[in-house]
DNA sequence: TAGATTGTTAATCGATTAACAATC
DNA sequence: TAGATTGTTAATCGATTAACAATC
């Protein structure tokens, strides 16, 4: 579909795009233009034209753009509609937020798994599933071939932890310790989520804008 | 201190630095230089040098830096030492884990008070704070100055609650409901953090390495 | 048809990389 | 001094914006 490699920050703007694109269905938005689309998501109207178009043109000139054919297809790009098994490692609090927080469903995931070595929460359950004992592990990967892990873990423990599950068949990490994975096979995908870096930034624009005055 | 406006890219590369400085720190090393920083974090030595340069070359030539003092200059810069208050609204799983497992204090900031409107919440303790009603955030924030929020509430209630916290003096919401906050005053700050928007990042990248297979 | 708005090309802007003189 | 590595300028690259012909 894609006519070449599409750029890191389109990527970054779809699930955004997707979305506004629902709130406007739900708002029963029939039609939209580039011009409003970007008055409401503070974009540039030239930008997201340009971004659409990395797919193929699916505006219609003059008229503007099917909103729900447009989320349709943002979606089916992003792959919301898959169903990519997914296992999480660490049930702490963070851990257990994440499972029960995060649409898993919405974004083409599944939650089929939940590790933790502490055996005081095993078999405890969160988002509708027991939390297993790590040595549970790898019997379940062979058995159940999940795709992607999200790491709630701590950093130390974080990289063995990685080579592991590659070699069980994972390709997709969901990191939330505080750690930059880094891994070599590039089949491999990670997704580094630092909360403590988002915070910083905040901090640091906070101070910014008072010394300003 | 800043010659010019530092850009955002640069910004959000800073909390990174920190990590990986802090980390060096830990494991003794004194002096390190541009290529092999690079190299730990697999960025440019040219793009390391232009980002430290933005804040006044403390580098030595020949030399390199000194791990303590880029560290150190660094958390100056991102205010780390600061103690900027902070309320957190709304203690469900995704408030609680936040208030947990955030190390706000290592960002600059000091969480003050954790408010929701479930009764039954409501004077249990979390991160050693209790759960107060949301009748009593107004008088909170009268006496003790609150600067900052974390909004951990659904997102039909996100945008008239930052309004009235703007009114309170709150001027930066670290934001995890699933709508961006579009705030006109350029005083306040907005950090938007969509996990659903990481991990559908992560879903299409995954699924774009198995069809170039 | 006239008006609106896209798709797409060209121009601009900004960020990253390369190069090298300065200097420790 | 010679070697290493910075600070900084120039070159390159890529992303965003502007412009406009195509067309609904």
Redesign the pocket.
Known sequence: MAKQSI????IRRLPRYYRFLRELEQEDVQR????ELARRMG?????I??D??CFG?????????RVQELRKVIGEILGVDEQTGMILIGAGNLGKAVAAHVDFKKCGCVLIGIFDDNPLLQGTMTANLPIMPMETLTSFCRQRRPQAAVLCIPKHAAQQLADKLIELGINGFWNFSHYDLRITNPEVTVENVHLGDSLMTLSYCMHRKKEET
Chains 1, 2 share one sequence.
């Open positions: 750029s890191i920050p389109v939209i233009s580039s011009k974009l540039s109207a030239s930008q034209r340009q659409f178009n043109g699916f505006g219609q000139q003059g008229y503007g753009y």
